[in-house]
């Protein structure tokens, strides 16, 4: 049995998102900059359908709160002067 993907959109710095999956063995696989949650979201139905295909389920990561409207975690990082500071 396919073992499920964990999957979060992320707020960059540069004011664009990365879509990220972690699979079961820790692996992680990003597409990045892409322009607008919009597109961010686009992604994450395009991997929740190949999961699926594949029997795997794409869940929100557990830690974090769901983005509106997509079951899947937004997270913002910090910009790279806050970074440094």
């Not at 929740?48 to 769901?66: E, H, K, T």
Request: aromatic share 2%; with cysteine.
């Amino acid at each position: 049995m396919a073992k499920p993907v964990e999957c979060r959109i992320v707020d960059m710095p540069d004011g664009r998102f990365a879509v990220v999956a972690v699979l079961a063995s820790g692996k992680v696989f990003r597409r990045v900059g892409l322009a607008t949650m919009a597109e961010a979201g686009e992604s994450v139905e395009v991997l929740r359908a190949v999961m699926a295909a594949c029997g795997a389920p794409l869940i929100q990561a557990a830690s974090d709160p769901p983005a509106p409207g997509n079951g899947v975690s937004l997270v913002s990082l910090p910009s790279r002067a806050a970074r440094r500071a």
